[in-house]
């Protein structure tokens, strides 16, 4: 089917939000949205979506954003750290599934030579798919996370060499000569010294002029170019883009860039790696599929197999855990897009490969890259189910209970929260020599806080029976960090079911859900936006000279009235009321009275005796203005009336002073 470029960038995007969607809201990795987007309308199923150059290309620029994001991550000395894992567990992996699938394959017919190559693209895993998915889950920095991140880096290597013979055998001109062997080794040498050169030295100079321009565009710009430029240059000597991309941001993250060049190339980035699944799915044969199910499907079960298998075995060598050994296989078990272009390469050649092999691997190939987020997101649970294990003895919270079960005992503060704000609490009260124990909902913040020596929890701070276990009874103090009233009213009431006496403070960010906080039973709560105002007039009083005691009696005061001056304020036109049933809701409005308004000769007595239940605070007048005007005052044409309450009683109060 034949469609303008408009229009198939129109379905593309249209089908791209609808399935992306639908995989989000199912729970499933948005990759495998975008895969299927690809297989539907590519041009072996319904044809939409033309396959050309154009798109390979932009996808394949998508992968080199990825890898230089990922190289942002990875200073020059982790790299040096890890040269065991990426040199002897990336080349053991290759070798152990490329040896074993060479000698399947000619067994069955295949050339050596051909064997080598095929077996090289099985080994291959997806670089984009595998740290994208491993990104997402906060796991890529864990162990199984970082050894599978190692063999990647390999295999993107290794490519070259194999790129190299399969392009040889595709032209006839048989296997490597030493002479080839020994030139594609300087030149890849070189490039990658050209590479790492301009990043120790041209890019940090470079960087500093363009960011002292405080031009945002020529900024993106400038990252764009480095970019692509190092890309370029592994490319021409026949590396990875990839590869070159990964060094720039290695070197990059050497300087105080890193943050704002991340930021810059993230937009591109996520746009282009969509295109590229898009791009993969568009491989798939469905027709194929349908009309040898059963081959490919015994093929991608070998594949998975095999390579889950020996990936295990030689990982085990390189840690001390079986499990984390069976994770980081499963993670790399299915096919990569470099395997699918070396797989390519022999097909267009007739006679490499017969098409009853290759058709099928290549299809398993393609099949498994889109199985493969749904493995990556479930390693955890298949190394369990393969191993026969139920993980540690206890449940989760158990574990968590007894790791933090002396602090529990002891007299602490409970943090309910460890975002931002409660960890900058956590710090002080350290300081301090008060202990502490958090809780919080976030895995990953989790973690990280455990590896630092933080005691915390994971789980709902309203939970009962985790309150208990983080040792509500002896707590000293209960800090509420979360800024939504709703969650901090229900974390209070459960404090107060098990414990009456213990204070706690919550955090909010202005006085909505104030009253509902103190009907819950909380002993005080603490408004970001009031305490901000608070700070900043006792700090403009004290440089008007004002006397510290006295700043600090009406700063006192005023948090004593729970802030009721600061509630005195002016909302713009588009402000909502936040919550309807909310005590707090007044604010100011000022009222100019025209000519033939009724209250204009009249007092304020007489307008408070029409039902104008608001506070009158300030009435203006030829530029004088009278701060709480007594009942007597006589307003006249031109006034300006500043009146205080809900806005219920607001609307009332304008309607009586201009029509009575």
């Known amino acids: 089917m034949s469609a303008q470029p408009l229009t198939q960038v129109l379905i593309l995007l249209l089908a791209s939000v609808v399935v992306v969607a639908v995989a989000r809201r199912v729970g499933l ?10 297989m539907l309308l590519g041009p072996l199923a319904l044809g939409v979506l033309p396959s050309g150059e154009a798109t390979h290309a932009l996808a394949e620029i998508g992968v080199v954003f990825l890898l230089f994001t990922l190289g942002l991550d990875f200073h020059w000395a982790r790299m040096l750290a890890m040269r065991r894992e990426v040199f002897g567990l990336g080349a053991a992996q290759l070798l152990a599934v490329g040896l074993v699938a060479i000698g399947v394959l000619h067994a069955l017919g295949v050339e ?10 099985v080994a291959m895993s997806s670089t984009a798919i595998v740290l994208q998915q491993l990104t997402d889950q906060s796991e890529l920095n864990r162990t199984h996370g970082r050894l599978a991140f190692a063999v990647l880096l390999f295999q993107d290597i290794a490519f070259v060499p194999l790129l190299a013979l399969a392009t040889a055998l595709a032209r006839g001109e048989g296997a490597f000569t030493g002479l080839g062997v020994a030139r594609l080794v300087v030149e890849g040498l070189l490039a990658l010294f050209v590479v790492l050169a301009i990043g120790r030295w041209l890019l940090r100079p470079l960087f500093y002029e363009i960011a002292h321009s405080r031009l945002r565009e020529l900024f993106t710009l400038t990252v764009l170019l480095v970019v692509l430029s190092c890309a370029w240059i592994t490319q021409l000597v026949g590396l990875s883009m990839a590869l070159g991309a990964f060094l720039a941001g290695m070197m990059l993250a050497e300087t105080e860039y890193r943050h704002q060049v991340e930021s810059a190339v993230r937009p591109f980035r996520e746009l282009l790696l969509g295109l590229f699944f898009i791009s993969v799915g568009m491989l798939l044969d469905i027709r194929l599929l349908y009309e040898q199910f059963p081959l490919v499907t015994g093929v991608l079960v070998l594949l998975l197999v095999l390579k889950s298998l020996l990936m ?3 990982t085990r060598l390189y840690v001390d855990s079986t499990f984390k050994a069976v994770r980081a296989s499963v993670v790399l078990a299915g096919g990569g897009e470099f395997g699918v272009a070396l797989l390519t390469i022999l097909v267009q050649q007739q006679g490499l490969v017969p098409a009853r092999i290759s058709q099928p691997l290549l299809a398993a190939l393609v099949v498994s890259m889109v199985l493969s987020p749904l493995l990556i997101r479930y390693n955890r649970r298949i190394a369990r189910a393969l191993l026969g294990e139920r993980g540690p003895p206890g449940t989760a919270m158990e574990r968590e209970a007894a790791a933090t079960g002396e602090v529990a005992r002891r007299e602490h503060v409970v943090l309910c929260g460890f975002g931002r704000v409660g960890q900058n609490i956590a710090r002080v009260l350290e300081s301090q020599g008060f202990e502490y124990l958090a809780v919080d909902l976030d895995p990953a913040r989790i973690r990280l806080a455990r590896q630092a020596g933080d005691a915390v929890l994971f789980g709902d701070s309203a939970d009962e029976e985790l309150l208990r276990l983080a040792g509500i009874d002896a707590a000293s103090a209960v800090i509420v ?8 009213v229900g974390i209070v009431r459960a404090v107060r079911r098990l414990r009456a006496d213990v204070p706690v403070l919550v955090r909010t960010q202005d006085d909505v859900g104030l009253a509902e906080l103190t009907a819950a039973g909380v002993t005080d709560v603490v408004p970001e936006t009031f305490e901000a105002s608070l700070m900043l007039v006792s700090q403009v009083l004290l440089l008007l000279h004002l006397p510290p005691a006295r700043v600090l ?28 049933s909310h005590a707090f809701r007044e604010e100011l409005r000022a009222i100019v009275l025209p000519p033939a308004s009724w209250a204009v000769g009249r007092q304020l007595d007489e307008v408070r005796a029409r039902g104008a239940d608001v506070t009158f605070t300030a ?6 203005t009278g701060r709480q005007p007594a009942g007597d005052t006589e307003l ?19 309607a009586v002073l201009l029509a009575g």
Do not use: K
């Not at 050596?112 to 693209?121: E, I, K, N, Y």
């Not at 009435?619 to 004088?624: L, N, Y």
């Not at 006034?639 to 304008?654: C, F, K, W």
């Open 29 to 38: 990795p948005p990759i495998l949205g975008y895969l299927v987007v690809g």
């Open 112 to 121: 050596w030579a051909a064997a080598a190559v095929a077996g090289g693209a």
């Open 312 to 314: 295990a075995l030689v």
């Open 481 to 488: 960090t979360f800024a939504n009233p709703a969650v901090s």
């Open 553 to 580: 009696r009406l700063i006192g005061d005023i948090r004593a009235s729970r802030y009721a001056t600061l509630r005195t304020i002016f909302r713009h036109d588009g402000a909502q009321v936040v919550d309807e």
């Open 619 to 624: 009435v203006r007048r030829h530029g004088i």
């Open 636 to 654: 006249r044409d031109g006034d300006v009336v500043v009146i205080y309450g809900t806005p219920e009683a607001l609307e009332h109060a304008e």
